[in-house]
């Protein structure tokens, strides 16, 4: 074990052991898709035009390398995410501006339709609340509520693989629970 | 100087309208390369055109009799100005003298066009090359385009018709009958002359025998019962799977069908695509939805499967059309990528029109396709066919070469330089498809030897004769004739300066940029934009050295450090967010249009509405947007309608449905007509969006502007005032700051 141990770290030492994930990026327009993922792959803060063609970054976490499918979250798009979820192995991110309470709704029913599509049964969904830097917005237990997701929250074992986390691309606030969580999940998948 | 002027009888404009004397000077001062943009089909009311050919020099020059030309008493020779040749004028010349002369000799007629006499005219032939692998409702929407266009094609003017999805479908347009068509499957790309082997005899394969490409009144009937037939591609498609396209085999087939029916006669192949090349030859992604299409990304380190082989596939479908001198334009019409990244330079090459929009069902696609076939007043469609460009240059005066949708013509000629910019090594071009916006960027060089002297009082002159087949099937030569002065060494610098068109430079070193976003990294590029424009200004500026507060740009140079910025930061040069196909896209289109509307492209205009007064223009920065106004942003690709919040809750709570707030209602309007007539203008049809301050789609406004107010900078007292963007993105200020810091420095 021990042994093991070494050459992993060895190997990461030089680059070599790195891991490969594919990440997919949903949630409505406006939710902060593109901003996260520049901030991602470039570490800078950037406005980006609602995005009309899904695209791809990559970007690495510890010694992960994901490449990242940014999708556009306007309605006549969304049908197109599911084509770039292509296996269970496709980290599933979901994002949702935890500042629009009008939009809220339009989310939950987005969410669900994902949880229970059977093809995405065993995904990994990782839900992201943005923009806590802005002064009135969800929290974290209030945005598990208004999605409606306390059954995959609040039940030991948990049914799914479902993370959430609050953050801020601008203060990047939550990005180090962020990090971990998907660098976990890599790993996981990585088995 | 007034750089409109020539720009409105010629469609020409210079970077430079004054030139050094030698090519050591033209080094040092002419920091913005000596080019030209020109625009041969340009519209101008006042065109004159005559109804015979034109005169050409007998010299090696072959230039055209024109206003510059020297001519005296007894009117029986001209001189040609550009290679100094004697010509003597034919006999249904004579009669010349100072007060009679032909249309081409007067000073004003600096462009002029002739019209060839000739009996035979040839209508253009449109080849339709139809994907079938799209969704019920989208194949419908394109049929139904398509039937409607066949009323606005010239009625005898050629049509044809190709279908492709898992196997590529010729259609016999001739016989009435019974619908008969021949199908193509397999990998290999054909030859011409296999397609004629094929298809029947050599002689059946023109245009008399109306087999395939038959006139549209003959074929109306048959062709809309065909097309109201089409069915989706009957090869069933699992959920996992992308619809087959054998997209590659497809142009293919119709670039050797019109190579084999109709050599060196007008015609273009527009294609529909609603998706990317799944089989055979130009296959751009496998069948699998797991394999993801190539990314910027992926393309950038080298792991996009398909693109170069895809490139280089189209590029070689590309040099065939243009042997014979046909045009290909691509519909792109898609919520995902088609593909158009490997496919462009078939376009390209051609002069071809492309269109990105979103659906066949959308307004994007339905009023470009619709705008192809507008007609100008004497009812001809305003669009060229299988046309060459050539360039004469006077003596002391070399062309470097051009940027634009056009492929060399290998002409060297004594004009040209070695020094290649663009497609250069050569004088003619081959333009398969104009049109009235089409237009080429042309670098020029001056060879003079620093201590040759000028003649006194001579100028430089440059010659552009466009060759083309029009819309109606006549042969026409378009002739412009263009003179700047030399500029002496010793003359004080203004001299020189006065003639720095910055709207025209600023172009003309963004199609540089594009040229080099073929082969080079995007941060070289940029790199060499700044490094480029810090020369310039450090040359220009007035300034004590080391001192930044004494500087200052003279008017003419005043707005171009703006354009750079703004030209580096714009989806041209930057890709995140943006497909392959959509950096196609634009960069396609800011490498044909004039210097107004790629000004358009590179800087967006943005103009405000309040109850104070008319409407006026607005620097494109956050400080610009207020809660009380409207703006209107016209980027060239999206015009958008952009409401502030109080303007937004008045509307929302139906003030201006009030009569006694008419003046609300007015400023309402008001802008939604300014769009509407951007948009009747526009090819290709722009995005149309309409919104409030604060919503989604504020951020095609919020991403373009100067971020001159940020979370971290420049918030103002007064929250009505601005809006806030969340970058950590350089502004125009600091942009500026450094230019001057680091042009007082060198
Ligand atoms: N205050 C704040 N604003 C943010 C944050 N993240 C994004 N935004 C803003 O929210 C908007 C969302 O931008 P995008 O990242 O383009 O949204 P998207 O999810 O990619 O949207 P689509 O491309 O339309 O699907 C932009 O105006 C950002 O400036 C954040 O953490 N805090
Ligand atoms: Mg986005
Ligand atoms: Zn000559």
């Given at each position: 074990?021990?042994?093991?141990?070494?050459?992993?770290?060895?190997?990461?030492?030089?680059?070599?052991?790195?891991?490969?994930?594919?990440?997919?990026?949903?949630?409505?327009?406006?939710?902060?898709?593109?901003?996260?993922?520049?901030?991602?792959?470039?570490?800078?803060?950037?406005?980006?035009?609602?995005?009309?063609?899904?695209?791809s970054?990559?970007?690495?976490?510890?010694?992960?390398?994901?490449?990242?499918?940014?999708?556009?979250?306007?309605?006549?798009?969304?049908?197109?995410w599911?084509?770039?979820?292509?296996?269970?192995?496709?980290?599933?991110?979901?994002?949702?501006?935890?500042t629009?309470?009008?939009?809220?709704?339009?989310?939950?029913?987005?969410?669900?339709?994902?949880?229970?599509?059977?093809?995405?049964?065993?995904?990994?969904?990782?839900?992201?609340?943005?923009?806590?830097?802005?002064?009135?917005?969800?929290?974290?237990?209030?945005?598990?509520?208004?999605?409606?997701?306390?059954?995959?929250?609040?039940?030991?074992?948990?049914?799914?693989?479902?993370?959430?986390?609050?953050?801020?691309?601008?203060?990047?606030?939550?990005?180090?629970?962020?990090?971990?969580?998907?660098?976990?999940?890599?790993?996981?998948?990585?088995? | 100087?007034?750089?409109?002027?020539?720009?409105?009888?010629?469609?020409?404009?210079f970077?430079?309208?004054?030139?050094?004397?030698?090519?050591?000077?033209?080094?040092?001062?002419?920091?913005?390369?000596?080019?030209?943009?020109?625009?041969?089909?340009?519209?101008?009311?006042?065109?004159?055109?005559?109804?015979?050919?034109?005169?050409?020099?007998?010299?090696?020059?072959?230039?055209?009799?024109?206003?510059?030309?020297?001519?005296?008493?007894?009117?029986?020779?001209?001189?040609?100005?550009?290679?100094?040749?004697?010509?003597?004028?034919?006999?249904?010349?004579?009669?010349?003298?100072?007060?009679?002369?032909?249309?081409?000799?007067?000073?004003?007629?600096?462009t002029?066009?002739?019209?060839?006499?000739?009996?035979?005219?040839?209508?253009?032939?449109?080849?339709?090359?139809?994907?079938?692998?799209?969704?019920?409702?989208?194949?419908?929407?394109?049929?139904?385009?398509?039937?409607?266009?066949?009323s606005?094609?010239?009625?005898?003017?050629?049509?044809?018709?190709?279908?492709?999805?898992?196997?590529?479908?010729?259609?016999?347009?001739?016989?009435?009958?019974?619908?008969?068509?021949?199908?193509?499957?397999?990998?290999?790309?054909?030859?011409?002359?296999?397609?004629?082997?094929?298809?029947?005899?050599?002689?059946?394969?023109?245009?008399?025998?109306?087999?395939?490409?038959?006139?549209?009144?003959?074929?109306?009937?048959?062709?809309?019962?065909?097309?109201?037939?089409?069915?989706?591609?009957?090869?069933?498609?699992?959920?996992?799977?992308?619809?087959?396209?054998?997209?590659?085999?497809?142009?293919?087939?119709?670039?050797?069908?019109?190579?084999?029916?109709?050599?060196?006669?007008?015609?273009?192949?527009?294609?529909?695509?609603?998706?990317?090349?799944?089989?055979?030859?130009?296959?751009?992604?496998?069948?699998?939805?797991?394999?993801?299409?190539?990314?910027?990304?992926?393309?950038?380190?080298?792991?996009?499967?398909?693109?170069?082989?895809?490139?280089q596939?189209?590029?070689?479908?590309?040099?065939?059309?243009v042997?014979?001198?046909?045009?290909?334009?691509?519909?792109?019409?898609?919520?995902?990528?088609?593909?158009?990244?490997?496919?462009?330079?078939?376009?390209?090459?051609?002069?071809?029109?492309?269109?990105?929009?979103?659906?066949?069902?959308?307004?994007?696609?339905?009023?470009?396709?619709?705008?192809?076939?507008?007609?100008?007043?004497?009812?001809?469609?305003?669009?060229?066919?299988?046309?060459?460009?050539?360039?004469?240059?006077?003596?002391?005066l070399?062309?470097?070469?051009?940027?634009?949708?056009?492929?060399?013509?290998?002409?060297?000629?004594?004009?040209?330089?070695?020094?290649?910019?663009?497609?250069?090594?050569?004088?003619?071009?081959?333009?398969?498809?104009?049109?009235?916006?089409?237009t080429?960027?042309?670098?020029?060089?001056?060879?003079?030897?620093?201590?040759?002297?000028?003649?006194?009082?001579?100028?430089?002159?440059?010659?552009?004769?466009?060759?083309?087949?029009?819309?109606?099937?006549?042969?026409?030569?378009?002739?412009?004739?263009?003179?700047?002065?030399?500029?002496?060494n010793?003359?004080?610098?203004?001299?020189?300066?006065?003639?720095?068109?910055?709207?025209?430079?600023?172009?003309?070193?963004?199609?540089?940029?594009?040229f080099?976003?073929?082969?080079?990294?995007?941060?070289?590029?940029?790199?060499?934009?700044?490094?480029?424009?810090?020369?310039l200004?450090?040359?220009?500026?007035?300034?004590?050295?080391?001192?930044?507060?004494?500087?200052?740009?003279?008017?003419?140079f005043?707005?171009?450090?703006?354009?750079?910025?703004?030209?580096?930061?714009?989806?041209?040069?930057?890709?995140?967010?943006?497909?392959p196909?959509?950096?196609?896209?634009?960069?396609?289109?800011?490498?044909?249009?004039?210097?107004?509307n790629?000004?358009?492209?590179?800087?967006?205009?943005?103009?405000?509405?309040?109850?104070?007064?008319?409407?006026?223009?607005?620097?494109?920065?956050?400080?610009?947007?207020s809660?009380?106004?409207?703006?209107?942003?016209?980027?060239?690709?999206?015009?958008?309608?952009?409401?502030?919040?109080?303007?937004?809750?008045?509307?929302?709570?139906?003030?201006?449905?009030?009569?006694?707030?008419?003046?609300?209602?007015?400023?309402?309007?008001?802008?939604?007509?300014?769009?509407?007539?951007?948009?009747?203008?526009?090819?290709?049809?722009?995005?149309?969006?309409?919104?409030?301050?604060?919503?989604?789609?504020?951020?095609?406004?919020?991403?373009?502007?100067?971020?001159?107010?940020?979370?971290?900078?420049?918030?103002?007292?007064?929250?009505?005032?601005?809006?806030?963007?969340?970058?950590?993105?350089v502004?125009?200020?600091?942009?500026?700051?450094?230019?001057?810091?680091?042009?007082?420095?060198s």
């Amino acid at each position: 074990m021990f042994f093991f141990d070494w050459i992993s770290w060895l190997l990461n030492w030089f680059g070599l052991a790195n891991l490969k994930a594919n990440i997919a990026i949903l949630g409505l327009g406006n939710a902060g898709k593109t901003t996260l993922l520049h901030r991602f792959s470039t570490e800078r803060l950037s406005a980006h035009p609602p995005t009309l063609r899904p695209n791809s970054h990559s970007f690495s976490i510890g010694n992960v390398n994901f490449n990242a499918h940014d999708l556009g979250g306007q309605q006549n798009m969304r049908y197109l995410w599911r084509n770039y979820i292509p296996d269970n192995k496709t980290i599933i991110i979901f994002m949702v501006d935890s500042t629009d309470f009008n939009s809220i709704g339009e989310s939950k029913s987005e969410i669900h339709d994902l949880l229970q599509d059977q093809n995405l049964e065993n995904s990994h969904f990782l839900i992201l609340g943005s923009k806590i830097d802005v002064k009135s917005h969800y929290s974290k237990e209030q945005l598990i509520q208004a999605l409606d997701l306390q059954p995959y929250f609040y039940q030991n074992p948990q049914p799914k693989n479902i993370n959430m986390v609050m953050i801020s691309s601008v203060t990047k606030e939550g990005f180090a629970e962020m990090g971990k969580i998907l660098r976990d999940t890599a790993e996981s998948l990585n088995k | 100087m007034d750089f409109y002027k020539g720009e409105e009888t010629d469609g020409v404009r210079f970077s430079w309208n004054r030139w050094p004397t030698s090519r050591v000077e033209a080094t040092r001062k002419l920091l913005v390369p000596l080019g030209a943009m020109y625009t041969p089909l340009h519209q101008s009311p006042e065109l004159t055109k005559v109804p015979y050919p034109p005169l050409r020099c007998k010299g090696l020059c072959n230039a055209i009799l024109n206003p510059y030309c020297s001519i005296a008493a007894p009117f029986k020779t001209w001189v040609c100005p550009f290679c100094l040749q004697h010509n003597q004028f034919p006999n249904h010349y004579s009669g010349i003298s100072d007060v009679h002369k032909p249309a081409e000799l007067y000073p004003n007629l600096t462009t002029i066009e002739y019209e060839l006499p000739t009996n035979d005219t040839a209508l253009p032939i449109y080849l339709f090359v139809v994907d079938i692998g799209l969704p019920d409702d989208e194949l419908r929407a394109l049929t139904d385009s398509l039937t409607m266009s066949l009323s606005l094609i010239p009625e005898n003017a050629y049509v044809g018709l190709i279908t492709f999805g898992s196997m590529v479908q010729l259609y016999e347009l001739g016989f009435t009958a019974c619908p008969k068509s021949y199908v193509f499957r397999g990998n290999a790309p054909f030859k011409a002359t296999t397609l004629i082997d094929k298809l029947g005899s050599a002689e059946s394969m023109n245009l008399m025998s109306k087999k395939f490409l038959v006139p549209a009144n003959e074929c109306e009937f048959h062709l809309t019962s065909i097309l109201e037939e089409i069915q989706k591609d009957p090869c069933r498609v699992s959920s996992d799977k992308r619809p087959l396209r054998c997209t590659g085999m497809a142009f293919s087939v119709a670039v050797s069908l019109l190579q084999a029916i109709a050599p060196n006669t007008g015609a273009r192949i527009m294609s529909f695509i609603g998706g990317p090349a799944t089989q055979g030859p130009g296959i751009v992604v496998g069948e699998e939805l797991k394999e993801p299409i190539r990314s910027h990304n992926d393309i950038q380190k080298g792991k996009a499967k398909y693109s170069s082989k895809a490139y280089q596939y189209y590029k070689s479908i590309g040099e065939q059309a243009v042997s014979s001198g046909h045009a290909i334009d691509i519909f792109s019409c898609s919520l995902d990528q088609v593909g158009l990244y490997e496919m462009r330079e078939m376009v390209k090459l051609t002069g071809g029109f492309m269109v990105l929009a979103d659906a066949f069902s959308h307004p994007m696609f339905q009023q470009s396709f619709q705008k192809i076939f507008t007609r100008d007043t004497d009812a001809s469609l305003k669009l060229g066919y299988n046309a060459e460009i050539q360039v004469v240059t006077s003596m002391y005066l070399k062309v470097c070469g051009a940027i634009g949708h056009m492929s060399s013509k290998g002409a060297k000629t004594s004009c040209v330089s070695e020094n290649e910019i663009g497609i250069g090594g050569t004088s003619s071009w081959k333009i398969c498809g104009l049109d009235q916006n089409s237009t080429f960027a042309f670098y020029f060089e001056i060879a003079n030897q620093h201590n040759n002297q000028m003649p006194p009082d001579s100028s430089g002159l440059i010659q552009f004769i466009t060759s083309y087949q029009n819309a109606a099937g006549k042969q026409i030569v378009r002739v412009t004739t263009v003179k700047r002065d030399w500029v002496d060494n010793n003359a004080p610098i203004q001299h020189l300066t006065q003639g720095f068109d910055q709207e025209t430079s600023a172009v003309l070193m963004a199609r540089l940029a594009i040229f080099k976003t073929e082969n080079e990294e995007l941060q070289d590029i940029t790199r060499w934009l700044d490094k480029m424009l810090i020369k310039l200004v450090s040359r220009y500026a007035d300034y004590k050295k080391e001192d930044i507060r004494s500087f200052n740009l003279s008017e003419n140079f005043s707005i171009y450090p703006t354009f750079m910025f703004h030209l580096r930061r714009s989806n041209f040069l930057q890709v995140f967010n943006n497909s392959p196909d959509e950096s196609s896209f634009y960069r396609f289109m800011l490498n044909r249009e004039n210097v107004s509307n790629s000004l358009v492209m590179i800087q967006p205009t943005l103009e405000k509405y309040t109850f104070n007064g008319p409407p006026r223009p607005e620097v494109l920065s956050a400080s610009s947007i207020s809660n009380d106004s409207i703006l209107l942003l016209d980027t060239f690709f999206h015009v958008l309608i952009f409401s502030g919040e109080t303007i937004a809750q008045w509307r929302k709570a139906g003030y201006d449905k009030d009569p006694n707030y008419q003046n609300f209602r007015d400023l309402l309007i008001a802008p939604k007509q300014d769009a509407a007539a951007i948009l009747k203008e526009r090819f290709p049809y722009p995005r149309y969006i309409e919104c409030d301050q604060h919503s989604g789609e504020a951020r095609f406004l919020l991403a373009t502007i100067d971020p001159n107010i940020t979370h971290t900078n420049n918030i103002p007292q007064d929250p009505s005032k601005g809006e806030i963007v969340f970058t950590e993105d350089v502004n125009l200020h600091v942009f500026l700051e450094h230019l001057k810091k680091f042009a007082v420095q060198s």
